[in-house]
């Protein structure tokens, strides 16, 4: 089969004929149809996450069709349309025995620490998984196995904040700020939504996606919070960007009982006191999403309540791809379909 591989960093992957594994016991092999390219592939192709070893195929979020079961898989058949939980972990630790695979200190991330799914084929170590998909073609699946499930995480857990008339800001409307904006309005109880990005097109993608305010972060960002506000503050911030110049202002935005959700890795910082944030604001983080949660996120696509706007590109591509993600030349997601 043809995979894509990265075997020196800052340098192109190659497409070269690898064989694939046997399948036994609970393995399963999935013919890849859709592999959505993410930005923080870029972030493994510079060499800038530690634990990554070469040479290594990438693609960490992938969906298609079961192709091979091993003898002792119940329930799944050649044939059928799969997503791949990407968070493989140990399966018997605390954290793994309440379904938090993601968070095992002994996750292998498929497309990270072991082959991903820029491949024809991906060879899956266990049936649990795999979530088999009803409505979702998998192309339209795979953009959702990170970019919709890590806000899907982060917004279920700013919920217990909000309320009905309540007020939730989503800072930067890029690959996770583009569901975000969606999920929040799918799933809040009734809470107003601010989106704020310095990018004009992104400002007006998040009004078309359900933001009830857009800010232009160029400007008075914080200012225009608290006017919106009343001057309270508003009760959730997912700051997607995560920079010197996002935190703070998260950080400004929040009223009492608050939270902040930090998703993004672009180096900022927060200084942190007793009198640092309003009384018994919430300062915390999110990692990727559970099975469980992943389920719920493609089950609130199915039911159209969040959409894709899929790119398609063949395998051979790839590179192109890369490129094109680091010039900001994808309009919505690329997903490869070997
Ligand atoms: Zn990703
Ligand atoms: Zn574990």
Redesign the pocket.
Known sequence: MKAARLYKFNEPLQIEEVAPREVKGGEVLVKVTGA?V????LDIISGHIPEVKLPLTLG??NAGYVEQVGQDVPDFKRGDAVAVF?GWGCGSCRFCRQGEEQLCSLTRWV?FGVDGGYAEYLHVPSYRHLIKLNKLEPVDAAPL???GL?PYRAVKLTLPHLYPGSVAVIIGVG?IGYFAVQIMRAISPGAKIIAVDVVDERLKLASQLGADWVIDGRGKAADEIKRITGGEGVQAVIDTVGSAATLPLAATAVGRKAIIMVLGLAGGTLPYSFLALPFECVLTNSV?GSYNELEEVLALAAMGKIKMHVQRFPLKDINEVFSRLRKGQIEGQAVITP
């Open positions: 959505y993410c930005a923080s592939d960490h979020n990407g497309g196995l990170d970019a890590t690959h990727w």
